[in-house]
């Protein structure tokens, strides 16, 4: 009797557990993943500017040194 009962909770304590888990896991790659993504997106910004000549090649190296810090 001891048995039957018990179970289910030890179940649903292991699921619940899990769950936060894989939460936590989710919301540390998708932090990862953005932070990433603005870096990028930095470069992205200023090597246009570059291509444009809208800045020079030691302002390029100068603010992407700055702004990826």
Do not use: W
């Amino acid at each position: 009797m001891g048995f039957e009962t018990f179970f289910p909770f030890g179940a649903l304590f292991c699921l619940t557990l899990f769950c936060f888990m894989a939460v936590r896991i989710f919301e540390i790659r998708y932090r990862y993943k953005n932070s990433n993504l603005k870096d990028r997106d930095i470069t992205m910004i200023l090597k246009n500017r570059l291509a444009n000549e809208e800045i020079n090649e030691a302002e390029y190296q100068r603010l992407k040194e700055l702004l990826t810090k």
